[in-house]
Each structure stands twice: as C-alpha cells, then as structure tokens.
T-cell receptor, first 114, second 118 residues
Framework: NAGVTQTPKFRVLKTGQSMTLLCAQD?????MYWYRQDPGMGLRLIHY???????AKGEVPDGYNVSRLKKQNFLLGLESAAPSQTSVYFC?????????????FGPGTRLTVT | KNQVEQSPQSLIILEGKNCTLQ??????????LRWYKQDTGRGPVSLTI?????NTKSNGRYTATLDADTKQSSLHITASQLSDSASYIC?????????????????FGQGTILTVHP
C-alpha cells in the first residue's frame, strides 16, 4: 500500500515549456486534490476532483489544467510555465469530504521555472 | 475572508521540554479543525481532527484543544523529541455546497516551524 505517490520529485523548466505532474493513489479514494505550497504561505488549492471524470477549480487555478480519467490518477498540467509557478506541488486524496475524513498527502514535486 | 493564523512562526526548544503552538481562525461555516505535521521535504501528515463538539484530542505526545467560541486551537507537545522537529500546520475546514457538489474547503495556516535541539 503505497498511499499517494507523485512523479516527478523534482523538475526544472524554462519559461514557456509545458509539463504534466502525475499523482496516483491506491486507497480507492473518490476525492483528489492538487495544492501548491509557497514559502511563508499556507497550502493553496489549485484544482480538485470529486470522482473519475470530474474536476473543479480551487483557489488558484489559473495557468493549470487537470484531468481525472482514472479514479486512481489525477494529472496536473502546466501548458506554458511561468516563473510564478515555481513552487512545491502536493497531491492529496480522501475517501469523502464531509465530517472527519482526512486527506492523505503525497511527498511533493519541487518545480522551478527559470 | 477565511483565515488561519498561527503563532509563533518558529520555535526552538530543548529535547525533553514541552511546548504549545497556537492557531486562531476565522472560517465559516466551520466543519472541523486539523493539525498536520510536515517534515522537511515531505507531505503533511495528519495528527488530529476535531469537530465542533470536541474540545480535546490526543495522539500520543500530541494534544490538541479547540475552543469554538473564541475560534482558537492549540497543539501541545509533551516531552519533545528530536524527531518532533518539523512544521506544524493548522487547517480549518468549512463545509460548502456549491452547484450540487459538496466541497469541504480547507484553509491552511502558514505553519509553525519547530526545532528541537539535543
């Protein structure tokens, strides 16, 4: 049981390049999330999904797209990377989103855009 | 605007000592409050989750308190160990129904960086 895994762990992009971050979970969770974490700030929600084939915008969605073609995978795409997208990206999943269901986080992807 | 403020920003203590971290929030409608531990280079890991009706919850040497009236929470660490060195994040959940989708919006604090010295 690996929990939540993310690939890659590190990546350096040049401005304008594109990339996709992959998140996978093996806990059969319905809900999945993408966050970014910047120094001195709390985690901020980029996009989330309440089930296979559904996605929704979070707090800071601009410049990102997501897809959830399979229940266990949640992809985060950057079509044209900008230096402002330099951050650590975390994926999380949860069984549901009410009451006390907790979110399980992946190890993070450190992205630098030059 | 929903906000979660944590204090202090950083804290240094000696191994074996106790410490208390603070969290104030303005989040509504309140669903639950969580404390996470985040080791350097790792994702956050849940320590406790408390709903409105719970005012104390323990997880080993970690004890969280919640005062829903004053919208304050604290995390007390007893007999600190070197492995307690980490960032501790207070997270408050607001339960939202938007367009037919139930969504628990989490507001994260900026974290308190705890360093335990031998």
């Amino acid at each position: 049981n690996a929990g939540v895994t993310q690939t890659p762990k590190f990546r350096v992009l040049k401005t304008g390049q594109s990339m996709t971050l992959l998140c996978a979970q093996d806990m059969n969770h319905e809900y999945m999330y993408w966050y970014r974490q910047d120094p001195g700030m709390g985690l901020r929600l980029i996009h989330y999904s309440v089930g296979e084939g559904t996605t929704a915008k979070g707090e800071v969605p601009d410049g990102y797209n997501v897809s959830r073609l399979k229940k266990q995978n949640f992809l985060l795409g950057l079509e044209s990377a900008a230096p402002s997208q330099t951050s650590v990206y975390f994926c999380a999943s949860s069984y549901s989103y009410s009451g006390s269901y907790e979110q399980y986080f992946g190890p993070g992807t450190r992205l630098t855009v030059t | 605007k929903n906000q979660v403020e944590q204090s202090p920003q950083s804290l240094i203590i000696l191994e074996g000592k106790n410490c208390t971290l603070q969290c104030n929030y303005t989040v509504s409608p309140f669903s639950n409050l969580r404390w996470y531990k985040q080791d350097t280079g790792r994702g956050p890991v849940s320590l406790t989750i408390m709903t409105f009706s719970e005012n104390t919850k323990s997880n080993g040497r970690y004890t969280a308190t919640l005062d829903a009236d004053t919208k304050q929470s604290s995390l007390h660490i007893t007999a600190s160990q070197l492995s307690d060195s980490a960032s501790y994040i207070c997270v408050v959940s607001a339960f939202i129904n938007a367009g037919g989708t139930s969504y628990g919006k989490l507001t994260f604090g900026q974290g308190t960086i705890l360093t335990v010295h031998p």
